[in-house]
């Protein structure tokens, strides 16, 4: 099992920046992968971005040289930096586990990107 809880979401204006972080109930080195997801309204949800338990990386095509990925594993913690944001990249963002070939997903965090 894991547990995840997201903070960090807001408004913002255009080409400003936030960091979102994801707090985990266990090493999230012990975790096979995590990411974040994001879900605009009438949309699907789609990747942003994940990090393996080894630390390699992998983006969505839009967010590419803006948003990054990073953990800090004495927190238990994964951020999602994002910068130069866009109206665009106005949705709801959820962090990701995947474990033992189990999703686990937190509650959502709301980011709003005003022009």
């Known amino acids: 099992q894991v547990q995840l809880v997201e903070s960090g979401g807001g408004l913002v204006q255009v080409g400003g920046s936030l960091r979102l972080s994801c707090a985990a109930s266990?090493?999230?080195?012990?975790?096979?992968?995590m990411g974040w997801y994001r879900q605009a309204p009438g949309k699907q949800r789609e990747l942003v971005a994940r990090?393996?338990?080894?630390?390699?990386?992998n983006y969505a095509d839009s967010v590419k040289g803006r948003f990054t990925i990073s953990r800090d594993g004495a927190k238990n913690t994964v951020y999602l930096q994002m910068n130069s944001l866009k109206p665009e990249d106005t949705a709801v963002y959820y962090c990701?586990?995947?474990?033992?070939?189990?999703?686990?997903w937190g509650q959502g965090t709301q980011v709003t990107v005003s022009s």
């Open positions: 990701h586990a995947l474990q033992d070939w189990n999703d686990y």
């Open positions: 266990r090493s999230i080195f012990s975790i096979y992968a």
């Open positions: 990090i393996s338990g080894v630390g390699s990386t």
